[in-house]
């Protein structure tokens, strides 16, 4: 998945940061809770200009974006939620533009946009889901 034509560089965490390992294993806890509940993946870290979208789903006649925020520990910034700013929301809106645009034929599905604080510390993974309503 990914941007067409760009090979995974995620593939066995080759050249990978400290952060990106976390943030893959987030989307992986994610991705698997909202598989198992029917959720059928279309798109991973798929990027173009305006930014990339971690996880898009579809179930019915539904799409769900989720980006995903992991943190092994206690941060100042909320478990991740600070780290949802209005410009990262910003880039998000235009990046699913740029997505469905790319994708015409999921024009006419609701789409829904969730944001997964994903808690990485201790060996309970706790996953918090927060809708997203306005992104602008």
Known sequence: MGRP????RRAGHQGLTKQQIQGDRAEEIAFQL?????????????????GELDLVLQKDQRLLVVEVKGRTAQRHDRG???????????????????????HPDA???LLQVVLALVNLSGSATRVRWLAIHQLS
């Open 107 to 109: 024009g006419h599905q």
């Open 34 to 50: 909202l598989q198992r509940k029917g959720w059928v993946l279309l798109d991973r870290n798929w990027s173009c200009r305006w």
């Open 5 to 8: 034509g760009n090979p995974d």
């Open 80 to 102: 991740g939620l600070d780290a949802f700013h209005s410009h990262k929301r910003r880039r998000l809106a235009r990046a699913i533009s740029c997505w469905r645009s790319h």
